[in-house]
């Protein structure tokens, strides 16, 4: 029932919370599971870049909730108001209160819009469109369509921590291959802001990525933030982060405005004694147990560990917090190991992928025997066709071999 003891509560319905659902119903079947999810439809949100790209649809994207809910699991179509780990406890927006065992929090990230000044009242509209939301993406392709010789493109980038750390600039490789296509890339302009100091968080593929970049002729501007839009004029204003130059403006024109927005811990955790100073669910970043509430776990993107926020990151980390949830019930303590992987499949053109993957440190640690900063076809194919597969028949089901990522692999120069 909704208003009483599960043995263990999940707060959030995505990749994480029903991933962990599944491995748990999969491999200890006498375990009882809630899910607090409001949402009705679930999202995979890594395929949004191709669609506004127009390369995939946004129907094949979602699939009902209820049709991914693990047999046997109760779904409870709420939200967490507030959370008291000392007692066992988590209140819903409803006003029901839950208890429980162990408590699993994947609640995903809060896509901030009005953090960029403007932005609310002109996303969808004169130009300015957003891979991050289905609410928007479908308005990137409309853009992509309406392209012509002499656009200027901008597509930014804000500051870390946010969800799939390339997703901002594979939209302007696909925009810039589209162009050249068309036989305007040339007459066009492609530019990208980035708050970062480099182009990618992982110097090996920042350097293949510098040179797609150089390829196509865009315009790398490292260490700006967007901090208004203001679509009536068609201009963006940026701030300088870095010491040169810290807190200087300058706007900018364009035509179209891609726009990936800040993010930041939902209110409910950054407000809650499960937070650390900068409001996310603090963990152990190996173990995901949470480091005050032993009983409590986290994982995906609201979870403190300081890997990159994408899908594959809660592939790997979903059979820990199982794993450890199981072994604890057997009055067992057998910890997992998380290493930080995330993998990162950066579309550089139509057909071609990098497919970057990675663990805490940077390091580099491929799962194919490829050079992995090569753009190659198959990558593009797992990423349009194996991945989307692998998630909904395979991760979300609950199975949990996958290959191995190389930890040994020696980086080449790229």
Known sequence: MANGHHQVVLIGGGAAGITVAAILRRRAPQIEVAIVEPAEQHYYQPAFTLVGAGVYPLAKTHRPQQSLIPPGVTWIRDAARSFEPESNRVTLQSGQTLSYDYLVVCTGVKLDWDKIEGLTETLG??????????NSVGYTWECVQGLKEGDKIVCTQPPMPFKC????????????????????????????????????GVPY???????VAAGYGIGVHKQQQLVAVDGASRTATFEFVGEARKGERETVHFDVL?????????????????????GWVEVHQNTLQHVRFPNVYSLGDVASTPNSKTAAAVRKQAPVVAGAIISAVAGQLVPGHYDGYASCPLTTSMGKTILAEFVYG???????????????????WIKCTGLPTMYWYYMLKGHVWFPRHNTEYQEEAA
């Open 362 to 380: 940077g390091k580099v640690t491929p799962t194919l025997p490829l050079t992995p900063s090569k753009e190659r076809w198959i990558n593009w």
């Open 205 to 211: 593929f920042a350097r293949a990525l510098d040179k």
């Open 258 to 278: 891609h726009v990936s927005p800040p993010q930041s811990p939902p209110e409910v955790i950054r407000t809650s004694p499960l937070a650390n100073a900068a």
């Open 165 to 200: 750390p390339g997703a901002p600039q594979k939209i302007a490789y696909l925009i810039a291959d589209q162009l050249r296509s068309r036989g305007i890339l040339d007459k066009s302009q492609v530019d990208f802001y980035t708050h970062a100091p480099a182009i990618f």
């Open 125 to 134: 509209r004169n130009g300015v469109c957003s891979n991050y939301s289905p």
